[in-house]
């Protein structure tokens, strides 16, 4: 079985650069946290088999990210991963999320697969929408919040979690199935491990490597609005009559 995970290079959150906005491009890239139990699901259920990443590069400036994602797929090497696959094309930089699919489902009919692993959602922008717009341009069944995973012959059987309860379901291979933190702790690699992923390959590839296009499209998601204070002082007049005086002002502004 040939498993392909899909691994986010997201921005980490817990090192935003920020001055007015958010700084996307100063803003360093990390493996996104759900991520990590796709890339460990697959390590578990490859067996002798062969699993690797997919990453497309979304955020510029695309030379110097380029070495950044490297960097974060071979974290995911060093978990166990046996290849990688890093698309960056300045078409792909804030690309939607119908462009990032396509790009991804072009590597999968690349390279082939039984089984597509990816987290439920990104930390960065969680919106849950790429496993399940990958299973359609690929043709293929998802199942998505997977707790629990086993495969059975040609087939897999999986617990996803609903609102009340959980849910058992049976799809054939192959599939695309976006799992939940609930369904392991992925591992730190070791030493050993982390050196080996410096001699796994990461395949660098463009949409023309791929024999697709797509349409750019700038995302204003980071660009948070400014606020601007009024700057209004109330100074005279005893507590009561100042606080009277806000409440009419704020009635004024349509804020009460």
Known sequence: MKIAVLIKTALDTSQLRVRDTVVVEETPLKISDIDRNAVEEAVKLKGQDKAYGITVLKWGPLQRRIQEAENVLREALAMGLDEAYLVADEKLINASHAATAKAIAAVVKKVGADLVLAGEATVDNYTGQIPPRVAAELGWPVVTYVRELKVEGGKLVAKRDLEDHVEVVEVPLPAVVSVTREIN????????????????????????????????????????????????????????????????????????
């Open 185 to 256: 702790q992925p591992r730190i690699p070791t030493l050993l491990a982390i050196r080996a992923a410096m001699k796994k390959p990461v395949n660098k590839i463009t949409l023309a490597d791929l024999g697709i296009s797509v349409e750019p499209k700038v995302s204003a998601a980071y660009k948070p609005l400014l606020m601007q204070r009024k700057k209004v002082v109330i100074k005279d007049g005893t507590p009561e009559e100042k606080a009277e005086k806000l409440i009419q002002y704020l009635k004024q502004e349509g804020v009460i």
